[in-house]
């Protein structure tokens, strides 16, 4: 398999980049116990990314993804934003913030020719995307380094795209996953289908190598991916709650709690489809709303409301992700949690 035998990792498990529940350790506990761990780059600077891969380089020598977003940058739009205060306003008054206080930027960057100056001393064994692919420049220079480069799908149609303009193998990404949908050809959500119905569909119309994510959180779940066709999986919320994570406390009791099992996708977070744990934000304004703006410039404003609350040891307005699927969610070492999905190979 690609995976394995190109990039002489043990097992063809991939642990899921999750920005904001993780940096380096958990990527090295993962490259250590046998898998692909992997570093999220979108929310870091390139002096942020370049200490987190030295710190990766100095503990182990296994291969590593490194991962980026690929969206582009919307155009501002005041009204768009003065919507989104007036929404959020009624919570500002409640914690007595300043809704005018709230500074402009976006938290999340695309992939982009600074940053990839940056990653370019590291050489990365893969590199992987998500909202489809960087373009063509970039992408050729990535893969002159011999890097592998996966990006995600969650259409037939995606996984077509990706595999034309030079994907070298396709994450299959299910309606169950937890965070950002990783869908680039259309907003439409009612064309997102679950993991292994979209798996099967996807081997027939694609001939690269698929690695299938989404409600993968044991070995039977792994045994079942590679009986429809995957070459490996993508696993994330089985890891949030191990101590190399860095979720808070409040996500974690989330995640290992009755709450887990209602999750839904929205997009008041980042103004993307993401899928996380419901919190009152979601309930009182809805899980998806016209008035949150383009995607990454919800986030902005939504940062003092989750810090207030978070100081009451409330998540109202922290964004938890998680995949429909934390079952096996545990307090346990990533080594752990890797030997229980190995055992579905």
């Not at 942020?48 to 940058?73: D, Q």
């Not at 037939?156 to 680039?184: N, P, S, T, Y």
């Amino acid at each position: 398999m690609i995976l394995t035998g190109r990039l002489g990792i043990e097992f063809p498990i991939l642990q899921a980049p999750m920005a904001g529940a993780q940096g380096s350790e958990l990527a090295i506990a993962v490259a250590i116990a046998g898998g692909l761990g992997a570093l999220p780059c979108a929310m870091l600077s390139p002096d942020a990314m370049a200490e987190e891969l030295t710190a990766i380089r100095r503990a182990t020598s296994a291969p590593i993804n490194v991962n980026f977003f690929t969206h582009v940058p919307p155009e501002p739009d005041a009204a768009a934003m003065a919507r989104w205060h007036a929404a959020l306003a009624p919570w500002y008054t409640e914690f007595d913030l300043d809704i005018g206080a709230v500074p402009d930027g976006t938290g999340r960057r695309p992939f982009d020719a600074s940053t990839c100056d940056a990653l370019e001393p590291f050489r990365p064994e893969v590199v992987s995307f998500h909202f489809g692919l960087p373009e063509a420049a970039l992408l050729e220079r990535v893969k002159s380094w011999g890097a592998l480069v996966l990006s995600s799908a969650t259409t037939v149609a995606e996984a077509q795209w990706l595999e034309a303009h030079g994907a070298d193998a396709v994450i299959v990404q299910g309606l169950e996953a937890g965070g950002h949908r990783g869908m680039f050809l259309t907003d439409e959500l009612t064309s997102q289908v679950g993991t292994f119905a979209l798996l099967p569909q996807v081997r027939e119309a694609v001939h690269l190598p698929l690695i299938a994510a989404g409600g993968i959180v044991d070995a039977r779940g792994v045994a079942a991916a590679l009986a429809l066709g995957a070459d490996g999986v993508q696993v994330g919320t089985a890891f949030l709650c191990c101590p190399e994570s860095t979720i808070s406390t409040i996500h974690r009791r989330a995640l290992m709690s009755e709450a887990a099992r209602h999750t839904a996708l929205t997009n008041l977070y980042s103004g993307r489809p993401a899928r996380g744990i419901l919190t009152r934000l979601m309930h009182e304004l809805g899980p998806m709303s016209e008035d949150a703006p383009a995607f990454p410039l919800a986030t902005a404003a939504i940062a003092p409301l989750r810090s207030a609350a978070e100081a009451r040891g409330l998540g109202d307005f922290s964004p938890l992700w998680a995949g429909q699927n934390a079952s096996r969610c545990r307090e346990v070492p990533v080594a752990e949690v890797m030997a229980e999905l190995a055992e579905g190979l």
